[in-house]
């Protein structure tokens, strides 16, 4: 069996766990299983289901508020389980938790892999120095779009992974779509929504931009937000 250790801030609603996720449900487990290494047991709802499915949840110290007992965790892990792994599968929004790839190579983890998931940090000067550093240690660069990819990897060559999901589960159903309507009132009027955290990465500027002409044309829609 060929075990892949993938290391994410948490187990959260996350795109990137989310992304993880959807993949580890559709594999053939028998053949390919998943571990996780996390930096913070915040938001771990899905802690739970990775373990049904056989896989192992490691949460370590936080980072970076406990930067340096993580590395201390992080290492003595690896120390222990490297020779588990054939690959370690880094998520990244920013290049800031660089030292599970640099311990991987330490202990011979053969793939290593480091996957852009945003185009835009405000940890801009660590980034940079970063982008530079990690090139002594990994094998094969991952981005979820074109832009990910030159961001986080400029003048580097990168393979964009779509972020696949099992569109069944987004399959028209007449009678969710009823229940939806009736449960926040708004009958059969038109429903420009949207889904995801208040961050940059989201783009709701744009969004509103977009409602803002919807309203220029329909001066009676309305907006709204729900938590």
């Not at 370590?60 to 599968?89: C, D, G, T, V, W």
Request: aromatic residues 10%.
């Amino acid at each position: 069996m060929i075990k892949v250790l993938h290391v994410l801030n948490n187990l959260g609603s996350g795109g990137a766990e989310s992304f993880v996720m959807n993949v580890y449900r559709n594999i053939d487990r028998t053949k390919v299983q998943f571990d996780f290494l996390l930096r913070s047991s915040q938001n771990g709802h899905m802690v739970d289901e990775v373990r049904k499915m056989g896989g192992r949840v490691t949460i370590l110290p936080s980072f970076p508020r406990e930067a340096m007992k993580n590395y201390i965790a992080l290492e003595r892990f690896l120390q222990i389980h490297a020779r588990e792994y054939k690959a370690i599968h880094v998520h990244a929004n920013a290049l800031l938790y660089v030292r599970p790839l640099s311990l991987a190579k330490k202990y011979g983890i053969p793939c290593r892999i480091i996957h852009s998931h945003s185009t835009t940090s405000r940890f801009k000067v660590l980034h940079r120095m970063n982008c530079i550093r990690i090139d002594r240690w990994v094998t094969h660069r991952f981005a979820c779009s074109k832009d990910a990819g030159l961001w986080m990897f400029p003048n580097r060559k990168f393979s964009v992974i779509p972020n696949g999901i099992d569109i069944q589960q987004f399959a028209f159903d007449d009678e969710k779509r009823r229940e939806v309507r009736n449960l926040y009132h708004i009958s059969n009027q038109v429903v420009l929504g949207h889904v995801g955290r208040f961050s940059p990465q989201k783009n709701h500027t744009f969004i509103i931009d977009i409602f803002e002409e919807y309203h220029d044309a329909r001066a009676k829609s309305i907006s709204r937000h729900d938590y």
